[in-house]
T-cell receptor
Framework: GENVEQHPSTLSVQEGDSAVIKCTYS??????FPWYKQELGKGPQLIID?????GEKKDQRIAVTLNKTAKHFSLHITETQPEDSAVYFC??????????FGSGTRLSIRP | NAGVTQTPKFRVLKTGQSMTLLCAQD?????MYWYRQDPGMGLRLIHY???????AKGEVPDGYNVSRLKKQNFLLGLESAAPSQTSVYFC??????????FGPGTRLLVL
C-alpha cells in the first residue's frame, strides 16, 4: 500500500537554531501535504500545509518545501524556541488513498 | 464552538469487557475518522466514515466496530477488549481537502 516515510524520528536542537524534518511519499497522486504538531497530552493540530502546485510556503518561523518530482517534502523551523518542543507529523493526501501520516518526529529544544 | 470532542478522556477495562468511545463534532464536516496512536507507531487509521450512515475499514480495523447514525457523531466500539488495544484513540474530522481536525484523545488501558 501507499506510505509516507518521515525522518528523523527524534531531533534535538539548540534553542535559536533551525530544525528540519523530511518526508517522502509513495502515492504520485498525492496533492495536499499538511504538517501537524502534537503537544503532550493533546491531539495533533495543523500548523502549515502545502498543495502540489506550490513549491514553498512560509508562515513566520515555519516553512514547508515540496519537490513533486522526487516525491518529498520538508518542514523547516527557524529560530527555534522552547514551545516548539513537540511531536511533528507529516501527511500526504490523495482522493484515492485519503490521508496517510508519517510516523512522527519528536523535536526537543535544548536551552 | 467546541470543534471535536471525545468521551471519555480515560478508561480502564478488563480483558473481555466492552465499551464505546464517542466522538462528536459541531463543524458540519462530512468525513470522520478513528485513529489509534501507539508509541513509535504514529497514527494508524481504524475506521472512517464519508457521511451519515456510511462506514469503511482503515488500516487496523480488527476488533473494532463503528457507527455513524448522525452526521455529528461517530462511535467506536470494542466488543471484547484485549490488552493489545491499550492505546490512545483520536477522532478527527475532515474538510474534504485533507485538513483534519483532531479531538483531544481517549486514553484506554486494557488489563
Amino acid at each position: 500500500g501507499e506510505n509516507v516515510e518521515q525522518h528523523p524520528s527524534t531531533l534535538s536542537v539548540q534553542e535559536g537554531d533551525s530544525a528540519v524534518i523530511k518526508c517522502t511519499y509513495s502515492d504520485s497522486a498525492s496533492n495536499y501535504f499538511p504538517w501537524y504538531k502534537q503537544e503532550l497530552g493533546k491531539g495533533p493540530q495543523l500548523i502549515i500545509d502545502i498543495r502540489s502546485n506550490v513549491g514553498e510556503k512560509k508562515d513566520q518561523r515555519i516553512a514547508v518545501t515540496l519537490n513533486k518530482t522526487a516525491k518529498h517534502f520538508s518542514l523547516h523551523i527557524t529560530e527555534t524556541q522552547p514551545e516548539d518542543s513537540a511531536v511533528y507529523f507529516c501527511a500526504a493526501y490523495s482522493s484515492a488513498s485519503k490521508i496517510i501520516f508519517g510516523s512522527g518526529t519528536r523535536l526537543s529544544i535544548r536551552p | 464552538n467546541a470543534g471535536v470532542t471525545q468521551t471519555p478522556k480515560f478508561r480502564v477495562l478488563k480483558t473481555g469487557q466492552s465499551m464505546t468511545l464517542l466522538c462528536a463534532q459541531d463543524m458540519n464536516h462530512e468525513y470522520m475518522y478513528w485513529y489509534r496512536q501507539d508509541p513509535g507507531m504514529g497514527l494508524r487509521l481504524i475506521h472512517y466514515s464519508v457521511g451519515e450512515g456510511t462506514t469503511a475499514k482503515g488500516e487496523v480495523p480488527d476488533g473494532y466496530n463503528v457507527s455513524r447514525l448522525k452526521k455529528q457523531n461517530f462511535l467506536l466500539g470494542l466488543e471484547s477488549a484485549a490488552p493489545s488495544q491499550t492505546s490512545v484513540y483520536f477522532c478527527a474530522t475532515d474538510t474534504l481537502i485533507g485538513t483534519q481536525y483532531f479531538g483531544p484523545g481517549t486514553r484506554l488501558l486494557v488489563l
